[in-house]
């Protein structure tokens, strides 16, 4: 059970749209659509964003979008502001009842 | 609304096993859910644990199965890890969440974490 591949950082400015991908193998992320992403800011636990791939919780800006294709998830923030800057890690059940995450991103807002 | 407070030594001398509790309030472990630890070493990622059902059904990172015991105490409305053989690769601030896990996945509420350092 290996962890999902995340890139180490990813930023972007003020106002723009950024992407997240999280990469994993077809015993997790590409065979089951339950990949769940969550942001965590310094000193802080972490908080669900999303959820079965692309479904807010309630209280979630929908400026946060998930989506999937093959092996691969991404979480996409429009919109960029000072407070999204943080980090961010998926996390996808991965069969036989277990759960991985990815090594998790950080967010720089420019 | 569901609160998780968890609770433990601080301090573990290597070789040794840390227990770690977490206390549910706003919900009553008995009514259902699943409920999970996730750690993370200083400066590093996510790593899931465990989860275990009210009924007491436990499920184990497979990477760390034969030293983690996750157990639940329906009557103090607590879950609680043990993690035996410790060492310096376990230092982490550990968390507890519940873990919603019926024909789904996702943790949707998270305690503070604790932080456990392994030293002699």
């Known amino acids: 059970q290996s962890a999902l591949t995340q890139p180490a950082s990813v930023s972007g400015s003020p106002g723009q749209s950024i992407t997240i991908s999280c990469t994993g193998t077809?015993?997790?992320?590409?065979?089951?659509?339950?990949v769940s992403w969550y942001q965590q800011h310094p000193g802080k636990a972490p908080k669900l964003m999303i959820y079965e791939v692309s479904k807010r919780p309630s209280g979630v800006s929908n400026q946060f979008s998930g989506s999937k294709s093959g092996n691969t998830a991404s979480l996409t923030i429009s919109g960029l502001q000072a407070e999204d800057e943080a980090d961010y890690y998926c996390?996808?059940?991965?069969?036989?009842?277990?759960?991985?995450f990815g090594g998790g991103t950080k967010l720089t807002v420019l | 609304q569901v609160q998780l407070q968890e609770s433990g030594p601080g301090l573990v001398k290597p070789s040794e096993t840390v227990s770690l509790t977490c206390a549910v309030s706003g919900y009553s472990i008995s009514s259902g859910y699943h409920w999970g630890w996730i750690r993370q070493p200083p400066g590093k990622g996510l790593e899931w644990i465990g989860s275990?059902?009210?009924?007491?059904?436990?499920y184990h990172n497979p990477s760390l199965k034969n030293r983690v015991t996750i157990s639940v105490d329906t009557s103090k409305n607590q879950f609680s890890l043990k993690l035996s053989s410790v060492s310096a690769a376990d230092t982490a601030v550990y968390y507890c969440?519940?873990?919603?896990?019926?024909?789904?996945?996702?943790?949707?509420?998270w305690g503070q974490g604790t932080l456990v350092t392994v030293s002699s």
């Open positions: 969440a519940r873990d919603q896990r019926y024909d789904t996945e996702y943790f949707d509420y």
């Open positions: 996390c996808s059940y991965a069969g036989s009842s277990t759960v991985v």
């Open positions: 077809s015993s997790d992320v590409g065979s089951y659509n339950l």
């Open positions: 275990v059902f009210h009924s007491g059904t436990t």
